[in-house]
């Protein structure tokens, strides 16, 4: 090989590869508000109750990760309440961060594609025949500050206000 086509077969790799890292750094770029650990308090049909969440890149930074702490106080005759969930937020074909999938300690799997819009995230479950839709919405109120809303319906036009809460950025 000449030192020529040496030259442009590197410069073509470079290239190349500058492109894919500049793709992936993109892809969270939208989370960076919510990318943290969080502390909140919150009320609906649990009760009033409160609870830590945090939003970490995990896997060179190819998925994002949600765990999420809750816990509601036991109040008349209703136990206490003890909810613990797993969340992983991922890309789609084109490295838009647009799907998601949860998990919970009550057996619970909700496939979720996610939207944005100004100042917030919004996941929507997937349509299921028999199963409501849910509705998690992330919105920003101030740099250190969210407000924190997971909500049901039975049309997925229609929604309720299950759990909603302010939360606040402690890392």
Wanted: aromatic fraction near 12%; hydrophobic fraction near 35%; charge should be neutral.
């Amino acid at each position: 090989m000449t030192m020529k086509f040496k030259l442009i077969l590197l410069s073509g790799l470079f290239s190349i590869t500058s492109l894919t890292f500049g793709q992936q750094s993109s892809t969270w770029d939208n989370w960076k508000w919510l990318t943290g650990e969080w502390i909140g308090e919150g009320n609906g049909k649990p009760g009033q109750g409160g609870g830590t969440f945090s939003f970490k890149p995990d896997l060179d930074q190819k998925v994002l990760v949600r765990k999420a702490h809750s816990e509601y106080a036991a109040s008349g005759n209703k136990p206490k309440i003890v909810h613990d969930d797993l969340m992983i937020i991922y890309p789609d074909h084109s490295g838009v961060a647009s799907k998601a999938i949860y998990f919970d300690n009550e057996g619970h799997t909700i496939n979720y594609s996610i939207t944005y819009a100004d100042k917030s995230i919004i996941f929507t479950s997937d349509r299921i025949a028999g199963v409501p839709v849910f509705r998690l919405t992330y919105l920003l109120l101030e740099n250190q500050t969210i407000d924190v809303k997971f909500e049901m319906s039975q049309d997925g036009v229609k929604f309720m206000t299950y759990v909603e809460g302010k939360s606040k950025r402690t890392n």
